[in-house]
């Protein structure tokens, strides 16, 4: 829906074959704009209604189980069909919500995407292609989930194509193409337009593990990644805020932690069932990589694996002068009295494997 191809890493390909990058083609017809409203949907689309509301925070209630979230978005089919399964709203997603605990890997899968009655164009719901809309959407639903991991979809033109956008740019306001709705672009009112120009927010996605756990999936796709993202409409725009709301949250100590964000365009050309595919395959990769950034709780020695190592540095600890966090043991005091005691023991055995 959105843009030129990103510009592809063409330098020191060598380079990026030892780092499992894909390369892309310099060059692409592709949609830098809008197409016409009402332009035909693809066979496989099908039209939910989208209940009113003010926008995508007061149409669901986030599980409160103590798992992290991420959040996927989309925009034009087949975006927004490939992650239907993960909407929260049953009547975008009638087959029910698989998004809790997916695959029991430990998160909360949340999507967001609009929907197309009038066939192509702006669309109805959440993320309209719409500047406005898309910024109003975002900053409520990112300060509700905390997203821990953040992957953003558009599509581009009529390929196979799984690109990973390196970054985005905060271009100048007038060079964003018009999107539906007067105003036509990002407007004074928005956070996005007191960003200053040429501002760069880089893509934080695990971008050479995705391409090679895509290319090995199976689907009919070409994946690669770029060095950013060129293109000037709301796929561009989106991708920024995704890197944005990242910078913004990157500090492990924040609350709200994101670990990683970015955008990915793919082709209309792509099959629903390989999209679908290809969005888990990432999705899958994602996890893997937040997972690895994420500490381990009760895992002393740093090695990932909670076993008798840790339960060493753990006893050692408790036999110091009056169980005090010394030097080594600050990290032993699971519930941050000051004091490691009992009841860090008793908070360990839960996560205890027992492996040597």
């Known amino acids: 829906m959105c843009r030129r191809r990103g510009r592809t890493i063409r330098s020191a390909a060598w380079l990026a074959v030892l780092m499992g990058i894909g390369i ?9 704009a809008r197409v016409p409203e009402g332009g035909e949907l693809p066979p496989y689309a099908r039209v939910m209604p989208v209940p009113p509301g003010p926008g995508p925070v007061s149409r669901f209630t986030p599980v409160r189980n103590g798992l992290p979230t991420i959040m996927l978005t989309g925009y034009w089919p087949p975006t927004n069909e490939m992650l239907r399964q993960f909407s929260p709203n049953p009547v975008q997603n009638p087959d029910g919500w698989v998004g809790q605990n997916w695959e029991g890997r430990g998160y909360n899968v949340y999507a967001f995407f609009p929907e197309f009655p009038g066939g192509l164009g702006k669309g109805e719901g959440d993320f309209e292609v719409d500047y406005q809309d898309t910024s109003n959407d975002f900053w409520p639903l ?12 558009g599509r581009a033109g009529a390929d196979i194509d799984w690109e990973l956008e390196g970054g985005n740019y905060r271009y ?5 193409s018009a999107d539906y709705l007067t105003p036509y672009r990002p407007t004074p009112e928005l956070p996005f337009y007191n960003e200053p120009v040429n501002t760069f927010r880089v893509s934080t996605l695990p971008l050479a593990q995705i391409v090679a756990a895509v290319a090995a999936c199976g689907a009919n796709v070409n994946p690669y990644s770029t060095t950013y993202d060129e293109s000037k409409f709301l796929c561009s725009y989106m ?7 990242h910078e913004l949250h990157a500090d492990p100590e924040d609350p709200a932690w ?7 365009h793919l082709g209309s050309n792509l099959t629903l069932p390989d999209a679908i595919l290809c969005s888990e395959v990432t999705l899958r990769t994602v996890i893997g990589h937040v997972d690895l950034q994420r500490p381990v709780p009760g895992d002393l020695d740093a090695d990932r694996d909670v076993d008798y190592d840790d339960l060493t540095v753990l006893t050692d600890c408790l036999a110091g002068p009056q169980g005090a966090p010394g030097a080594g043991c600050t990290g032993a005091d699971f519930d941050d009295d000051d004091d490691v005691d ?6 360990f055995q839960k996560w205890f494997t027992g492996s040597s």
């Not at 100048?172 to 964003?176: A, E, L, Q």
């Open 24 to 32: 892309g083609p310099s060059a692409a017809q592709a949609q830098e």
């Open 142 to 153: 990112v300060a509700t989930l905390e997203p821990i991991a953040i992957v953003s979809f």
């Open 172 to 176: 100048t306001t007038t060079s964003y």
């Open 239 to 245: 991708g920024y805020h995704s890197n944005w709301y």
């Open 258 to 264: 994101n670990i990683c964000a970015g955008f990915i």
């Open 342 to 347: 009992l009841a860090d023991f008793a908070a």
